[in-house]
């Protein structure tokens, strides 16, 4: 049985010589490396390796995690470069018309009309709201800003998106 793993995080490097890695978020929830909690390095032979954070800090825009077990550099010396990921049951309840990225991505486009964009490929996250970029079959990519005047429907269980064309968006 395969499970499912979402990353949350990327180890860019250690931190001191007690153990800390530098970690980017790929993660909206601020609450995602309480300590206490559990996640895995997806190491690329073989099994994720179950780690428990046993501190947590912000420092110049990165988390600095530590794990139990692991309070050398030389322990953590080969996480530099892998992901940290999570488990599909340790996804948090989301509100209405809030969703995850990889609900999203894969996602048919159409637009309020039935007419057919694309693909939602990947997804852009700028400033004030995030991007959706849609493959279309033919031609360059389009930028379809998640905003309620543009994004009229989602159905992830259909893996659908409906648009409303704004001026300028198939230009």
Not at 40 to 51: C, I, Q, R, S, T
Not at 58 to 78: A, P
Not at 93 to 110: A, K, S
Request: aromatic fraction near 8%; glycine fraction near 8%.
């Amino acid at each position: 049985m395969t499970i499912n793993m979402f990353n949350v995080g990327k180890i860019l490097n250690t931190h001191g010589i007690r153990g800390e890695v530098k970690v980017l978020r790929i993660s909206d929830f601020d609450d995602r490396f309480q300590i206490g909690s559990t996640v895995y390095l997806d190491k690329k032979d073989g099994e994720p390796l179950e780690l428990v954070i046993d501190g947590h800090r912000i420092h110049k825009g990165y988390d600095l995690l530590q794990f139990e077990g692991y309070h050398n550099i030389n322990d953590v010396e080969n996480f530099k470069g892998l992901y940290l990921k999570i488990s599909e049951e340790q996804l948090t309840e989301l509100d209405d018309n809030e969703f995850y990225y990889h609900e999203i991505i894969g996602c048919d486009v159409h637009t309020t009309d039935n007419q057919y964009i694309g693909k939602i490929k990947e997804i852009l996250s700028p400033g004030a709201n995030d991007v959706w970029v849609v493959k279309q079959p033919k031609g360059k990519d389009i930028l379809v800003p998640y905003i309620k005047e543009v994004v009229k429907s989602v159905d992830i269980e259909e893996k659908n998106v409906r648009i409303e064309l704004m001026e300028g968006l198939l230009d």
